[in-house]
């Protein structure tokens, strides 16, 4: 087989160079903050047991606070109540954690982000 010779300059690739990959990490990195700080302000309130119990939660899964009806009080009902409690609580972060995974995918399409080692903060 004989060499092919080369004709032609070779195609500029249409995709930016390494500044604008730097630039969208760093767009990705003011979304996610920009997220992250409406996650703060958000609170989820989250019923259990019919509305026996209701825990209000923050987009940064914080317990603000647990109401009880008045009902629940009795001293014999506490094993119901006990679990009630548990139900609750972490009905209210797993609705919060699928919040904020949403938020994070739709500002990364999807992409984790986690093995770049800190490299956005």
Request: charged share 25%; net charge negative.
């Amino acid at each position: 087989m004989g060499r092919r010779s080369y004709r032609g300059k070779p195609k500029k690739s249409k995709r930016g160079g390494a500044g604008d990959m730097l630039a969208q990490m760093q767009r990705m990195q003011e979304e996610m903050k920009t997220a992250q700080d409406a996650l703060a302000e958000e609170t989820y309130s989250i019923t259990s047991g019919g509305g026996a119990i209701t825990v209000v939660i923050t987009g940064h899964q914080r317990i603000q606070s647990i109401e009880l009806v008045d009902d629940l009080l009795d001293r014999e009902e506490k094993e119901m109540l006990q679990d009630l409690l548990v139900a609750a609580i972490n009905s209210a972060i797993e609705q919060s954690q699928t919040r904020a995974a949403e938020r994070m995918e739709g500002i990364t399409g999807g992409v984790d982000l986690g093995g770049l080692g800190g490299l956005l903060g």
